[in-house]
């Protein structure tokens, strides 16, 4: 009797403490009206790409931070993080992610892609 009542306490424990998995709506509102991101309109595919303050694919002057990855149902269900990326190894962020969570993460890929940006400035 006790062991069940352990359970249904972790259960509730991870229910209350487990981030809802965001639609795919509510992750674009977060990351074009929380962050200064924005969207390609003419892009297709199985996702969606975020970039800083205005879209640049140009390979020496690319503005992309982000790129939303869709499961077979339409949901976000993972986050890849382009400036923390290279050529050979993808940095991805499994959803769901709480919305503060996701902002720090966010506001890190544009200190990371600002770094860069000065760096082959200079």
């Not at 990351?31 to 003419?42: G, H, K, N, R």
């Not at 970039?51 to 640049?56: A, P, T, Y």
Request: charged share 25%.
């Amino acid at each position: 009797m006790i062991e069940a009542a352990r359970h249904r306490a972790l259960v509730a424990w991870i229910l209350e403490n487990t981030p809802s998995r965001m639609t795919d709506g509510e992750l674009h509102r977060l990351l074009t009206s929380a962050c200064p991101l924005v969207t390609d309109p003419s892009e297709r595919g199985d996702g969606r790409s975020y970039f800083l303050r205005r879209v640049d694919w140009h390979p020496s002057s690319v503005t992309r931070i982000l790129r939303v990855h869709f499961d077979r149902l339409g949901l976000p269900n993972r986050i890849r993080m382009c400036p923390s990326s290279d050529n050979n190894n993808s940095v991805f962020v499994q959803l769901p992610l709480a919305a503060p969570e996701l902002q720090i993460l966010v506001a890190d890929e544009i200190e990371l892609f600002e770094q860069r940006r000065l760096a082959r400035s200079a």
